[in-house]
């Protein structure tokens, strides 16, 4: 069971950075979901509830009564205790038992996918155990998370694979049924259909999914519009699916011919030359232990070498259960990203390599995933080599 593998790398992880436990407390999760429940429990809790992950290898969950039994049949834990009136004497109980020397909990400054424990959580879990000296040892799980969430393993990547290639899939149907005068929103609606066709959902907000720009607009995340594509344009489709809970994230370029044309203008040839050098060069580079900005950096300066002006965002994000993943990144040092930038790259993350160019006729851009490994990093799904060209019927 996945839970199970992830639950086991978390006691290594514990292990690994001299943490004693991880303690991830939660109620009422329809309403807010605390993104470690993808990993500790894999659904719901009605009652407040408390998953702790000793660096012993010891598993506990204390959950309401009405919400144990399913954790009971799950065997995720070794000891599945439960309340009624309260769950504050069941967790100092079992802190004595522990007496853990600190205690991850879910709060992060620069990871939105470890910081889950809101501050009434907080205020709560802390008057719980008022008078013992456990408040006292609290520190951020964000390093746990960050592993335990970027790590990816062997059945997460098999989920990621098939996603990606199901995605290239959908590109390609895209690209025998594209007809003259579809506007972004046709083009979207398409995609949408085939998403609900195959049974796979969406990998970031379904409005914003795919992205879609054409032509000299510019670029964004919001729902595409009535904008016709027309020929002398470029169209590009960021896009990706959820299958079977895990994601992909991918962009491909289009050249619509205008009547007379066999290739793309120069401009565009050129500036897919440059984006295609830009992922090459940051694939060769990423490998276990390479800062993510140095990444990033490598290809901003393969944009300013050919004059071209830099892209107002991080080269490369993680992607897992959702397209954008939390952790570490490829990416500038600016403060928005705040320490993310300067977390060594791991193996068995996942990454996007993407940035665009603008030229006249549209945004030339691309977008690949890959996967890090012992001594560098491998394509989930082939990069997209040329161009691809659209002509209708002219």
Request: charge should be negative; proline fraction near 6%.
């Amino acid at each position: 069971m996945l839970i199970k593998e992830k639950l086991d790398q978390a006691v290594a992880v514990l292990n690994e950075i001299g943490i004693d436990c991880w303690l991830t407390f939660v109620r009422e999760t329809i309403e807010m979901m605390d993104p470690a429940m993808h990993f500790v429990a894999g659904r719901d809790v009605v009652w407040g509830a408390v998953f702790l992950v000793h660096n012993s290898g010891r598993k506990v969950a204390i959950v309401g009564q009405g919400d144990h039994l399913d954790f009971v049949a799950s065997g995720l834990y070794d000891d599945v205790v439960t309340y009624t009136q309260s769950l504050a004497e069941p967790l100092c109980q079992l802190l004595q038992d522990l007496d853990p020397g600190s205690i991850a909990i879910n709060y992060a400054v620069d990871n939105p996918a470890a910081d889950g424990l809101t501050l009434g959580m907080y205020k709560r879990l802390k008057g719980y155990l008022e008078g013992t000296p456990y408040p006292e040892r609290f520190v951020s799980a964000e390093p746990v998370i960050s592993r335990v969430r970027g790590r990816k393993t062997p059945e997460e990547l098999r989920r990621m694979k098939a996603a990606a290639v199901e995605t290239l899939d959908m590109f390609g149907i895209l690209t025998q049924c594209i007809q003259p005068g579809w506007t972004l929103r046709d083009i979207s609606e398409f995609m949408h259909n085939l998403m609900r066709e195959r049974g796979v959902g969406h990998a970031w907000s379904y409005e914003g999914d795919p992205g879609i720009t054409s032509g000299d607009m510019p670029e964004g995340h919001g729902t595409p519009g009535d904008i016709p594509i027309q020929p002398g344009h470029v169209l590009r489709l960021d896009f990706g699916i959820k299958k079977d809970g895990y994601c992909s994230d991918l962009q491909r370029t289009w050249y619509l011919l205008k009547a007379g044309e066999t290739t793309a203008p120069p401009e565009v040839e050129a500036a897919f030359a440059v984006v295609r050098e830009g992922i090459e060069t940051a694939a060769a580079m990423l490998k276990p232990g390479v800062l993510g900005w140095k990444v990033d950096e490598a290809v901003r300066s393969v944009l300013r070498r050919h004059g071209y002006p830099e892209y107002p965002h991080a080269l490369g994000h993680q992607v897992g259960i959702w397209a954008h993943d939390g952790g570490s990144i490829l990416g500038p040092r600016w403060e928005r990203y705040g320490e993310a930038p300067y977390q060594p790259v791991e193996k068995d993350q996942v990454f996007t390599l993407e940035f665009s160019i603008q030229t006249p006729y549209g945004h030339v851009s691309q977008e690949d995933m890959v996967v890090v490994t012992e001594r560098g990093c491998q394509y989930v799904v082939e990069p997209q080599q040329d161009l691809w060209l659209l002509r209708f019927g002219h």
